[in-house]
């Protein structure tokens, strides 16, 4: 970042400004803060003894080779998510799954016992576990009974305090996307930060928001590849966002945060877009047959619209249900006694033999 961005950056508010704005919402520690420089940070070029991090020379006990430690920043993984994305590198963070970028925003821009943030339940519930840990407010803004943004009450509960508000679109557990008109409204209008988190973006018909970074400086967008990638034993996710904003969480993130396992498996994975393809064209085809098929049983009430890799379903006994299943080994999710879900079970699409299991259990019940 050049020295005249920077000075924007870090300024404090301006109303013209978006650089100057994102500077007021940092901590003040976090301005100051000196990232750990590792060994792979101060030297570059190519080299081909490697005498300076106190590594094991000798190699690992493995097929593989993993005594060396991982590239810090993932360049080659970040190239190969640009390509696919079409996102410049300098605006991709990669950290050890979605959920360490969550706690890298909160550790970043939100003073311990003193900011908020806003979050919209029924929603992922490692919002509120990472504000509880980092001493952060958590405003609850219930979505509206059709599971869209509130907005009124969502201006009412900011504050000069209110640093981060997160969005999951398409939303878990209700698996509906968020009308883009309000994120924008939210994204105009409000001075901190805007994460739309977009686990489930594969399976929706929505476009991402990764395409308007340059719009908004304010956006952050994150993605996995836990969900259609099938990649959640190896914990990839993903931030895009302005390149002051990366910045930022490149200080803060530990120096090796996602191990070289993960990177050089990810970086196979993602050279498989047909696969990717291929499996969400069946989720979608089992997803329609799951509700299809659903909707004839009598304890089911509703089976709310889905743009995501499972669907949640009212019943009249959800407790019930639930348990029968899990004593013939088939296990869902109870939601009955989240805000909003109540008598509702979230499922997951599984492949059709497992989906075939499920709906015959059901028959029995």
């Known amino acids: 970042m050049n020295e005249e961005i920077k000075q924007q950056y870090y300024s404090g508010p301006d109303g013209n400004s978006p650089f100057r704005r994102l500077g007021g919402l940092l901590r003040e520690n976090i301005k100051n803060l000196t990232p750990y420089s590792s060994a792979r940070d101060e030297y570059q070029g190519e080299a081909s003894v490697f005498l300076d991090a106190n590594e094991n020379a000798f190699g690992s006990p493995l097929n593989q080779q993993f005594n060396r430690y991982p590239d810090p920043l993932q360049d080659r993984l970040k190239k190969r998510i640009s390509e696919i994305e079409d996102v410049p590198s300098a605006n991709i963070f990669i950290g050890n799954g979605s959920d360490e970028a969550i706690d890298i925003l909160f550790r970043s821009f939100c003073n311990p016992g003193v900011d908020n943030v806003i979050i919209v339940p029924p929603t992922y519930g490692m919002y509120q576990v990472s504000a509880n840990i980092n001493d952060v407010e958590a405003r609850k803004v219930l979505l509206t009974e059709d599971y869209q943004l509130n907005l009124e009450g969502i201006a009412e509960a900011i504050d000069k305090n209110t640093k981060l508000i997160f969005i999951c679109s398409p939303n878990n557990p209700t698996g509906n996307s968020i009308n883009r008109a309000d994120v924008e409204t939210l994204l105009a209008n409000f001075n901190g930060l805007v994460i739309v988190d977009e686990a489930y973006i594969n399976f929706?018909?929505?476009?991402?928001?990764?395409?308007?970074l340059s719009k908004f400086a304010n956006l952050v967008v994150l993605q996995t590849l836990s969900k259609a990638w099938g990649l959640a034993g190896l914990r990839v996710g993903m931030a895009f966002a302005s390149e002051e904003i990366i910045e930022v969480m490149n200080k803060v993130k530990p120096p090796y945060n996602?191990?070289?396992?993960?990177?050089?498996?990810?970086?196979?994975?993602?050279?498989?877009?047909?696969?990717?393809?291929?499996?969400?064209?069946?989720?979608?085809?089992?997803?329609?047959?799951?509700v299809l098929e659903l909707n004839n049983f009598d304890f089911v009430l509703d089976i709310y619209p889905s743009e995501a890799n499972f669907i949640l379903v009212k019943t009249t006994d959800a407790n019930k249900i639930y348990d029968y299943l899990l004593s013939k080994g088939i296990i869902i999710r109870n939601r009955s006694k989240v805000?909003?879900?109540?008598?509702?079970?979230?499922?997951?699409v599984g492949t059709p033999d497992e989906n075939t299991t499920l709906l015959d259990e059901l028959k029995k019940l």
Not at 204 to 212: G, L, M, N, V
Not at 274 to 279: G, K, T
């Open 258 to 290: 996602v191990n070289e396992a993960s990177q050089r498996l990810a970086l196979e994975a993602l050279t498989n877009i047909d696969q990717l393809n291929s499996w969400v064209r069946e989720t979608l085809q089992q997803r329609d047959r799951l």
């Open 204 to 212: 929706s018909y929505q476009k991402s928001w990764t395409q308007e």
């Open 339 to 348: 805000e909003l879900c109540e008598g509702c079970l979230r499922i997951t």
